[in-house]
Structures are given as structure tokens and as C-alpha cells.
């Protein structure tokens, strides 16, 4: 596992200069080989060299590498970074003679990857370096220096020496089967395991938030066609993703974009506009909106002011209310809108705008943070935004019912131990005490190259 | 000039690590204000320190500083280079901190002209280090690199040194003008002024070289319609770059795309075939191709050997022989040739392929290499490959002429001084001895930002 790896660490592409990553036990000896410089063999950790890397005679780039001697680098191994001219040339001409003096290249992540073997930092905060360079606004963020600075970690672990305790006290029980003592109270492990259960309830709960923060909250645009949804979804984007047109039923697709409103990232999907069709593209279309509707975290619902008729916005209100969504009713058209109509949908407070006009759309954008309020985000809480953790809480939490289960029905203390430590087992998935290939491949294939 | 610079200095985009460069006389308290670690104040030069750079009490990242302390650094002031998570969400967040904090943007090649100002590198230097960045081949980062590292500032400098002796002789002379002495034999300035100028077309000359080192040698495509040109590109391509049809006709754009044949890059351009036509948009396309080919370095000439009569192929080759460019005879369409054809081609020295088919491209490339051996590179010369630089020493040598005319003439040495001066203030030019502001943000603005 130590032999010496390499890969581009900078984004691919022209700039003024690209980092080149070289990590292993035969990194200072191949290094050496081709730098022209001062003798880094025997230079400090952290220290940086100017000098020239040669391939025979012939200059390939003047660089600076910058020295880390394991321990004191992000793999724990050596490793050295060449900083070069950002040149895809010369960085593919670097990189090629590495390869010739006996490094390999890199797969993707492999270098958080021995970070995490060599206990640099536990999964969970493997997995959060990832999110955080994928990360697109405050909310993914800070979701993700938490969780890798170890705040996940941190509860994870909490759970599980108390979990371990309990395991052990019901194993030394075992040892003294024949005595039937009791070193655990089952009362105090009812107790324990409530509140095991109350934490993982928290941490699966905020998976939903996780989850809306780091792909955006899905929120659907809706109404009848030509309500203006595309209009709308335009002037939001602020750019023409959507195809616009005065024709009803111009959007079939269903569009998706991400904005982002002061640092919490909504997935608005435009839709087709909801009404009986023969034209069978268009039905599946609606058929989709319907769908999406029901899934939707939010609803921006879309009365067209200027061309619907009280009875039209009548039904249309009842049949918002009944799908049990969030919504905001919204009146658009609002500098041709009929009066009555008006009136109408201000007894529901709605919120009037032109979408056209780009009239009223801050007000729109502040009712809707306001709607998906995050709380528990500015309560500064660990939030679970892996599907992975969530799924091994939910197992872990599947585990602990089976204790509670096995101590009511007053089975052999055998099972109960095992029923611990199969939630001990999902518990340690997450952080890496237990960890297969598989695992870490699946996880770690999808870094990017040089991480 | 020494206020405080920042910028990104890799791609944008999202990669394992992304470095922002800052550089100026604020850079050290800048830091010192939002990093968190060891104290940068009081560390040493070209040291590496891991920490967290905060905005109040809330991480942005976590980082590592390198630090030169100036005049060692790239640009001889003091220069921070942050190492963050390659994340453009970060990126922003760390800049936009760094601005509140009182540094400002950096232009484009801003930390390069501050490194020339300060005496780092003349300006021919300078200008190669864009060269060497934008080089994407191996004759390309050669001749970049040769003057980065003073290759062509040298050969300046000689010219310049032995003017400057020239001119002061001259002037001592002015001097004595009374007493009618000669400091400088009118023989031996001759035979000097003619060394320089054998210099200088020897640079000149190498221009043509450098020119098609740096944007391709021109290489055009040509032949009837249908011959099987586009095909031809598209093959040596290896993607779909122009559109290929049956229809006769179909390529009326010109289409370009470089090919790199062992370090050498050819710049292709497929044509319009060449007949007489009623169509106007075809007729234009066919007057182009014919400008295209009396410009072109190269042309490789394709013959339909299935369709084309013994007729037709002595007409093409009287025309292209005609034109006076060096061409490769080209025999396409080797699978459904007509033997007659083949043989007639045979006795011009065609090369036979089949576009189609891929067949003999190899071939095809070792005859067009061999074609435009670029014998003056291997000699390791010093070439020229910067207009502004061409430009410089062909006002130079037009300054020459005019102290030899001067001379020959018998004008007043107040005269000849002048010329001797203008030609010394051109060559200074090329170096940066001599800079105006508007010749250096031209120069500069080429660069891109963060070098």
C-alpha cells in the first residue's frame, strides 16, 4: 500500500499554476532523481526549493517543491508537492517522467484514502473532504467542515462507548451465567437505549435537511398553463433555461435548476401546466407534475390573475390544500390582473408578483425562506447529509428495537450480546472502525483525482 | 505600485486543491489576521504552516500557507501562497475575505509585471513565461523555455553592448569635432554594423519557425469535391470535427484544427473542393480555398483514384505544382482505386491512403514531417517566436541601414549618433530597457490572472 503515487491535484486546464501531488515511501528518491536543486534528501518537512526538474539534460519546468515528511503530511506518508507552471503540456510531460522513474498514478481519492488508513482522520471525515470541495453555498459548507472537522464523528463515537459499555457489562454477565447476577440493570439499559434511540432519531431526522442542503430543497413550480411558470423560473435563473413562449403547453420536460437564496440552495423544477389533454406527449407531462407535486418539499402554485375565472381559482386552492405540501400561492400577471381575482386570492394571502415584469420577486424569494425555515441548520446541531450514514443509523437503530425486543420477551442474555453488537457493527461502518474493500472503494471512487 | 494583490493561480473549477496567490507589502498582516496556527510573522521563508483561515469565530478552511519572504519570491515582495480544499465555493469565500481585509484583485499577469519591474527578469523573459504557460507541445516549451531562461535576451544583450561601444566612439568623436580625429574606423564600424546585421536576420529569419512552432505550421487540404478531404481530417482527428456527407459540397466553411505529429503541430485546414460552380456560397468557399493554399506552408493534394480521369489528375498537378508551395501528392480511395490512376500517380511520387479506411496515415504523417524538417530547431539557435519581438529587430536592422547610408553618405556624426541611438532605444524595447505604461499592459494583459 505504500508504493508511490501521483497525480494532478489542481483542476485540469490553463492557469498560472498547477500543483502536481507525489505521495509513498519512494517519493524523495524518485524526486531526487530529477530535481535539479538543493539536495532535498536532506532538507527539513515544510520547507519549499526552487530548482529545476530534468528529464536527462533537458528542463521539463522550474519548480518549487514543497517537502512533508511522513507523519507530517495529509497521507501520513512522504510526500512532496510540485508546484509548476500551469501548463497541461508540461504537466502531462511531469507526470510522464514520474511514471518513468518508477511512481504510478493515482486513483481517484487514493490519497484521503491512505489519510484514513493511516489515521489521519476517521471515515466520516474522509467522506466530508469530498463534500466539502463539492460544496456550492454556505449551507453545504458549513454541513461539511463540521462533519470534517468531526462533529458527526464526535456523536458517533459517544454512541458507541456507551453501546460498548453496555455490550460488555451483558458479556461479563454471560460468564457468570450459572451465579444469574446481574451487572447490567435492565431498567438503566432500557434508559441507555431510549436515548441512544432519541440521538439517532435526531441525527436520521436531520437527514431530510442534510440531504435538502446539499442537492437543494426541491420546490415545484405549478399551475395551469401559460400561468407563467417558465416565466417565472427565468427570472429567478435570471436566464433563459427554460424555452418561453406565448403558446400554452411549450414546457413537456421537466426543467430543474438549483438557486440559491441567501445560502440555502432550492431545486426549483419547472412543470407542464395542469390541465385535461388529448395531446399524449403533454398528458405524460402532466401526469409528471402530478408526481413531482406530491414529492416537493415546497409548492410555488401559479394563478395566471389576467385570464382564470373565480370557479377555475376556487378548485385550484382546494386542490393545493389537499395534497399536504408547503405552498405559497402565488398571483402572477399582477399588472393585468382582473380585480376580482385579485380580491379572491388575497383572502388566501397570496403573494402577487409579474413575473414578466420581475416585479415582487424579492418578496417571493424572502416568503419562501421564510417557509422552509431552517431551524435546526442555524442551531448549530450535526446534520446527517450522507445517504450512507443515514442508512447505518437506520440499521444501527433497527439493532437497538431488537434489544429492547429480546429484554422484554426475556431471551437468553446470548442474543441480546449479539443484538449489540450487530448495532455496534453498523455504528463502526460509519466512522471505519469496521470497513470491507468494497466499502472504501465505493467510497472513495468518487473523489476527485488527486484528493 | 506595492499595495496588496490577490488571486487564484490554478484553473478555475473543482479540483483537490486550488491556490490563491497574494503578493505586496500587506500581504504578512493580511494573513496574519484571519489565519489560525503558528505565527506567520515570526516563521521563516519558503516554510509551510497548516491552520484554519477564519472570518470571525467561523472556518472557512482548513489551509496551508506557504511563505517567501521578499526580494525571495516571485515577484521580490512578500508573497503568501494559500493552499485550500479545491472547492470554487471556497475560493470565493477565501478572496472575498482576503478583499475585506484590504488587499485588491490582481490583474491579469499583475504578479509577473510586479516580478519584472522589481528586476526578476527582463521583459523578453516576462513575455515567455505566458509562452511557456499556453505551450502544448514540445517544440512550443523549447523555445518558451530557452527564453525564459535568457536564450534570446543574450543574443540581445551582445547586439546591444557592441552598439552602445559603437555609439560612444561616435560620440567621443562629436567631442573633438573640431579637431577632426576618428575614435571609430569607418572600416571597422562597417564590418560591426554588418556582424549585427547578420544577426539579426538570422533572429528574423527564425521567425517563420517560431511562428509556426508557436500556432502550427499552416497545412491545408486540398483537392476536388469529394476527394475525401473532410473524411482525411476527420481521421487524423480521430473525432468529428467537420461534417461528412456523400453529397459533393457539403465543407464550405474552412475548417482548422491542430494536429501534433511527434512534437510538431500542424495547423490543418480542410477546404471547399475545387471546381467551377453556379452556387455563390460554394464559389465563395472555392475563392477561399485558393487564397488558403497560395498562403499555406504545406499542402496535401488528394486525388480521387476511384473517380477521377488520367486528364483530370495531369491538370490538378500542373496546378499545384504551379503553385510553389510544397505539397504531398496524395492518392485516396487506395481500396476502390482505378489501376490506371494509381499508376499515373505512382509517377509523381504519390503517397496512397485510404481516408476512409485509416490506411498508410502513418505514413501519410512521417512524409509530411519529413516535408517541413525543422532543421533550424534541432540546432538548439536561439528562435524568434513573438511578433512584438519581430517587429523590434526588424526596426532595429532599418535603423542600421540608415547609420550605414549615413555613413557611406558622409552626413554630419550628429547624424549617425542619432541613428546608432534610435536602433539601441528598439533593441531595448525587446528587453525592457526601454517600457512605456500602454507597452507593458499590452504586454501583460495577454497573461492570465493569478501569474
Chains 1, 2 share one sequence.
Do not use: W
Not at 502536481?20 to 526549493?49: E, M, Q, W, Y
Not at 405549478?222 to 424555452?243: H, Y
Not at 461502518?429 to 483525482?449: A, P, R, V, Y
Amino acid at each position: 500500500m505504500n508504493d508511490t503515487i501521483v497525480a494532478l491535484a489542481t483542476p485540469p486546464g490553463v492557469g498560472a499554476i498547477g500543483v502536481i501531488r507525489v505521495s509513498g515511501n519512494n517519493t524523495f528518491p524518485i524526486l531526487n532523481k530529477v530535481f535539479r536543486g538543493k539536495d532535498i534528501t536532506k532538507a527539513k518537512s515544510h520547507s519549499v526549493h526552487l530548482g529545476t526538474i530534468r528529464d536527462d539534460e533537458e528542463i521539463i519546468d522550474e519548480v518549487l517543491l514543497t517537502l512533508f515528511k511522513g507523519p507530517n503530511s495529509y497521507t501520513k506518508e512522504d510526500v512532496i508537492e510540485i508546484s509548476c507552471h500551469g501548463s497541461p503540456f508540461i504537466i502531462q510531460q511531469l507526470i510522464k517522467l514520474l511514471l518513468n522513474q518508477g511512481a504510478r498514478l493515482a486513483r481517484p481519492g487514493e490519497f484521503t484514502q491512505r489519510a484514513f488508513v493511516n489515521g489521519r482522520f476517521d471515515l466520516a471525515q474522509a467522506e466530508a473532504v469530498a463534500d466539502l470541495i463539492a460544496s456550492e453555498n454556505e449551507s453545504m459548507h458549513s454541513a461539511a467542515m463540521k462533519q470534517m472537522r468531526g462533529g458527526f464523528s464526535d456523536e458517533i463515537k459517544k454512541l458507541r462507548e456507551e453501546l460498548i459499555h453496555f455490550a460488555s457489562m451483558i458479556e461479563l454477565e454471560l460468564d457468570f451465567a450459572e451465579e444469574d447476577v446481574e451487572f447490567a440493570s435492565r431498567e438503566d439499559l432500557r434508559k441507555l437505549i431510549n436515548n441512544l434511540k432519541h440521538l439517532i432519531r435526531r441525527l436520521t431526522e436531520s437527514f431530510t435537511l442534510g440531504n435538502a442542503i446539499k442537492n437543494g430543497i426541491p420546490t415545484v413550480i405549478a399551475g395551469k398553463p401559460n400561468a407563467g411558470k417558465s416565466t417565472l423560473l427565468n427570472a429567478l435563473l435570471n436566464e433563459e433555461k427554460a424555452i418561453v413562449s406565448d403558446i400554452p403547453g411549450t414546457t413537456r420536460d421537466v426543467i430543474e435548476d438549483v438557486i440559491n437564496v441567501d445560502g440555502i440552495s432550492f431545486r426549483f423544477t419547472d412543470t407542464a401546466g395542469i390541465r385535461t389533454t388529448k395531446d399524449t406527449v403533454e398528458a405524460i407531462g402532466v401526469e409528471r407534475t402530478m408526481a413531482k407535486m406530491k414529492e416537493a418539499s415546497v409548492i410555488l402554485y401559479l394563478v395566471d390573475m389576467q385570464a382564470e375565472t373565480r370557479k377555475d381559482v376556487d378548485k385550484e386552492i382546494n386542490f393545493i390544500r389537499e395534497l399536504n405540501v408547503p405552498y405559497l400561492l402565488i398571483g402572477n400577471k399582477l399588472d393585468e390582473a382582473k380585480p376580482e381575482i385579485k380580491l379572491q386570492l388575497e383572502e388566501h394571502d397570496a403573494l402577487f408578483i409579474s413575473a414578466k415584469q420581475k416585479d415582487n420577486l424579492e418578496n417571493l424569494k424572502s416568503a419562501l425562506k421564510e417557509l422552509v425555515s431552517l431551524d435546526s441548520f442555524k442551531t448549530g446541531n450535526t446534520i446527517v447529509t450522507n445517504l450512507r450514514h443515514y442508512e447505518g443509523l437506520m440499521a444501527t437503530d433497527q439493532a437497538l428495537n431488537q434489544v429492547i425486543e429480546g429484554i422484554d420477551s426475556g431471551i437468553s442474555n446470548d442474543f441480546v450480546a449479539m443484538d449489540i453488537r450487530n448495532a455496534l457493527h453498523h455504528l463502526g461502518t460509519l466512522t471505519g472502525e469496521i470497513t470491507t474493500e468494497d466499502l472504501l472503494e465505493n467510497i472513495f471512487s468518487k473523489f476527485c483525482i488527486g484528493k
